[in-house]
């Protein structure tokens, strides 16, 4: 019997017995996962950090057994937080349940690599199975594995499953509830005596520094990890360091380095392990090398990727328009019934239709963007295509921080932040995810397209003609990214303090996707969208409706109908208008709804604190309606064109086409203020905002997308940081471009 | 001294040693990256960078900051 094994009995009528999946990255666990616990998953955070927990029940005849996939990983180094997950659990540690058992999922077609994660976890002492799995594609690759004898061996099961076709499943589920209840444990490595003394020393020593409760396989990862997390209950970190330094100079002394001495032995116990046990039948030409010598080549490749990348832009850019329009056509729809119950109570109505259901509109709108990236993501993931892109791009991405994998986040970010946040997940680095994941909100998002068109299309075009409209345009796409990637280099230079891992990718065999495996993950991550940052979107929908919506006092209507007509009986005899207006469906009383409109929202919470907050941008050549509109436009920019369309009095239902509204901005001037009289859209205005535009997070839900994604404190800093930049870039363009005054015209 | 960063594709060489106390030596040595295993250079990236290596029927690609740390047995003992 082992002496480390801490096995919990598991009575009937208890917790059910939890089963942990370990294994690399890339070896099908999380299809074998799928198939054990069908739909029966939830997702959930790991206690303290943003690393999915992905948990699902197993229905058997022998009763429910709960199953756990840990994230993929190739060695039990707790230096980042992500990794430390895997030994949090296999230790019982942070109030989780410890396993009570531990199933293996190796790739079958790199057995000795897979093999190394057994190796070490066999220190863990738990109760453990092993499932060999992609069985097939090893046969295929020419290699026959002796699964007798490699249980033999190991002392543990070990079931042959093919997880694409689901060979095995049914002996790996038998096997899981005999190994529950007849325990097998692995063979735990021996030690030399340099590296024993070394534990011995330091277990005595952290024990002493006030971290009582720490385990031998523990002490092994602060010996071997450096910068272990265990040790951080422990406060005199140079007492420690010494200590470490000490038990190194130990295994220096016997001849070993420490940086390796881990990984030779546990290799070492693999090939006596393996000897007899794989068997290759010759190198045989493998697809995968003329394939790669086609995806990978210096021309070729770089075309195929683009032409991969364009594919997957269009899509989310064009292909998904229709099913946006038909979330939006559904939106409008449902508001217009649910108006038609509430016409009694106008407050109730508006927050109704204009807060909440906009809101739930607002979260849905983004689904078809998730779920078609989602789609190709995993599609492109499972056949090993990532892994190539990767490779591609890495050096364009590596200087400034981020990594070869940053391109797809960044590419959808073009599209939509939401998606391309979220698939910052397929980036393992947590450095070069959370530079990433801060980076993708500043691409040149399908929102940020209406007010580029309509004041490059008011100003721009007439003055300076199509060609010239066009290109500007166009350079409007990259002033994020270049803003964006300069700044991540300034981030990771100076103030990121997370250690960056090493870039190393593993170029995996290619595979045909499983349909089943792609539709899970695009069903999961549309789900997590709704459940996760869905709330806070409606939320932020209801607190921006109800500043716009009040104070909402009678006194306004009245207020701007008598100047309403007012105005019109300079043009015409006021009993004229009067006739007008007994008519709801005349122009003369739609223009009067608008006016009233106009007046609401100036007189609304929101538009009182525009004007007060308007001297902040004035420096940006900001007037106090462009203000309000601004400050609406933070919960989503795109509300920007209908804000102004109130505002100028026009109603809300304009586009960035209409040429009423093109009229007004260019007759615009100014009431008050030293510039009395003058236009206010003057070139270095229109500038500004659309450079303001370009650069500020006025986007709620892209705030609530990072903040379920990496935390609140760093939605927040990237929300000020990112609102901060644009307010600088925007003074900064409106004040140089003044002093150049051809551009005043 | 050589260094994985230097060899040629196509070449198969022996790893010495891995020149670093950090813990990205830890993270090399166990994807198989330890003094001994035989690797050879099998494609650089379009642009230069990363390299892709080939090892017990592995491919595996790193940057050449990480390749540099790795320090291969002086050429003429390959057999």
């Known amino acids: ?745 | 001294m050589r260094t994985l960063e230097m060899l040629t594709p196509g070449i198969l060489a022996r790893i010495e040693a891995i020149q670093s106390d950090c813990d990205r030596a830890g993270r090399l040595s166990s994807l198989g990256f330890i003094p001994g295993q035989w690797v050879k250079v099998i494609r650089l990236a379009p642009l230069g960078d990363p390299l892709t290596v080939e090892f017990d029927g592995q491919e595996i690609s790193l940057r050449r900051s990480e390749a540099r740390l790795i320090t291969l047995e002086p050429a003429g003992g390959a057999g």
């Open chain 1, 1 to 745: 019997m082992n002496p480390f094994s801490a096995r919990r009995s598991s009575v009937a009528g208890t917790k059910p017995c939890l089963v942990a999946l370990v294994g690399n990255p890339n070896t099908g666990k999380s299809t074998i996962f799928n198939r054990l616990t069908g739909l029966r998953q939830r997702i959930a955070n790991y206690p303290g950090v943003t690393v999915d927990r992905k948990s699902g029940r197993m229905r058997l005849e022998a009763g429910d057994f709960e199953i756990v996939d840990l994230p993929g990983t190739y060695s039990l180094t707790a230096v980042s937080h992500d990794e430390r997950v895997v030994m949090d659990v296999l230790g019982g540690r942070r109030n989780m349940q410890r396993p009570d058992l531990l199933v293996f999922v190796l790739d079958a077609t790199n057995l000795k690599r897979n093999l190394f994660l057994v190796s070490q976890a066999a220190e863990l002492g738990l109760p453990t199975l092993i499932a060999l799995n992609q069985c097939d594609a090893a046969r295929r690759n020419g290699l026959r594995i002796d699964a007798a004898r490699l249980s033999r061996r190991l002392g543990v099961p070990v079931i042959e499953t093919v997880g694409s076709n689901g060979l095995g499943m049914d002996e790996l589920k038998a096997a899981i509830v005999e190994a529950l209840e007849a325990p097998c444990f692995l063979p735990r490595i021996a030690w030399p005596e340099c590296i024993t003394a070394g534990c011995v020393m330091l277990r005595d020593g952290i024990c002493t520094l006030g971290c009582k409760d720490i385990s031998d396989a523990e002490v092994l990862r602060v010996l071997f990890d450096r910068e272990s997390v265990y040790t951080e209950p422990v406060l005199e970190k140079l007492r420690l360091r010494d200590l470490i330094h000490e038990a190194h100079d130990g295994i220096r002394s016997s001849g070993l380095s420490p940086g390796s001495v881990e990984a030779v032995l546990h290799y070492r116990h693999i090939e006596t392990l393996l000897e007899g046990v794989v068997e290759s039948s010759g190198p045989i030409a493998r697809t995968r090398e003329s394939v790669d010598r086609l995806l990978l080549h210096r021309v070729w490749g770089t075309l195929i990727f683009f032409g991969v990348m364009y594919a997957v832009f269009q899509s989310l850019y064009t292909w998904a328009a229709p099913m946006m329009d038909l979330v939006s056509a559904g939106t409008d729809w449902v508001q217009t019934w649910v108006a038609g119950f509430l016409t009694g109570t106008p407050v109730l109505q508006s927050l109704v239709c204009d807060g909440i259901l906009a809101g739930v509109g607002g979260v849905l709108v983004f689904l078809p963007q998730i779920l078609l990236l989602f789609f190709f993501i995993s599609v492109l993931e499972d056949t090993g295509y990532v892994a190539r892109a990767a490779f591609l791009m890495d050096k364009l991405f590596g200087w400034c921080g981020l990594n070869g994998k940053s391109f797809v986040p960044l590419l959808s970010g073009y599209a939509c932040a939401i998606p391309g946040v979220m698939a910052a997940r397929t980036i393992e680095d947590p450095k070069a995810r959370l530079t990433t994941i801060l980076m993708t909100p500043f691409m040149s998002c399908s929102a940020r397209l209406p007010i580029y068109i309509l004041l490059i299309g008011t100003f721009v075009e007439p003055l300076h003609g199509p060609y010239v409209a066009g290109w500007v345009l166009f350079f409007m796409h990259f002033v994020g990214v270049g803003v964006a990637l300069p700044l991540a280099w300034v981030l990771n230079r100076f103030f990121l303090r997370v250690k960056p891992l090493p870039f190393i990718l593993e170029m995996p065999d290619y595979r045909l996707p499983i349909l089943r495996n792609v539709v899970h993950r695009m069903w999961e991550r549309g789900r997590e969208f709704v459940l996760r940052a869905g709330t806070v979107i409606l939320a932020f929908s209801v607190i921006i409706w109800a500043l716009l919506y009040f104070p909402h006092e009678e006194s306004v209507a009245t207020g701007a109908r008598a100047e309403f007509v007012q105005i019109q009986s300079a043009e015409r005899p006021e009993a004229a208008v009067l006739a007008a207006l007994q008519n709801p469906e005349s122009p003369t009383s739609l223009r009067l709804a608008n006016y009233v409109d106009a007046a609401y929202i100036e007189q609304s919470f929101l538009g009182r604190f525009g004007k007060t907050v308007q001297p902040v941008f004035d420096p940006a050549g900001f007037d106090w309606k462009i203000t309000v509109g601004v400050l609406s436009s933070f919960p989503a920019r795109e509300v920007i064109i209908a804000t102004m369309g109130i505002i100028y009095n026009l109603g809300s239902d304009v586009d960035e086409g209409s040429t009423d509204l093109r009229t007004v901005l260019q007759k615009e001037k100014w009431t008050s203020g030293s510039r009395i009289g003058q236009p206010v859209y003057t070139m270095p205005v229109v500038f500004a905002i659309m450079v303001f535009f370009a650069l500020c997070m006025q986007c709620g839900a892209t705030v609530a997308v990072v903040a379920k994604e990496l935390n609140w404190w760093w939605a927040t800093a990237s929300f000020f940081g990112m609102t901060a930049l644009a307010w600088v870039a925007a003074v900064a363009i409106y004040q140089t471009a003044r002093m150049i005054p051809i551009l005043m015209s």
